[in-house]
């Protein structure tokens, strides 16, 4: 009768592999997934100074201080 499950340690090290790669691809999976939930109106707080444009490899941010206009809904995350 044949064993169904290899018991060598080169088994166990690729099962126990293939279990990590799928725990961090599911992970990821819902980590990085877009929000799903509706936009949300925000109000920006008046700044009377410019706020600077910040660029790095092509992408430019500036950060803003906001509110929520819509104090009945959830925070996004």
Known sequence: ???LIDRSPEASLIRT???AVLIAVSFA???LSPALATPQMMGLVANK???PLQCQHG???AEFAAFCLQPERASPV
């Open 29 to 31: 999976g819902r980590v």
């Open 17 to 19: 592999t293939l279990i």
């Open 1 to 3: 009768m044949g064993h």
């Open 59 to 61: 992408d430019c941010f």
């Open 49 to 51: 100074n410019a706020v």
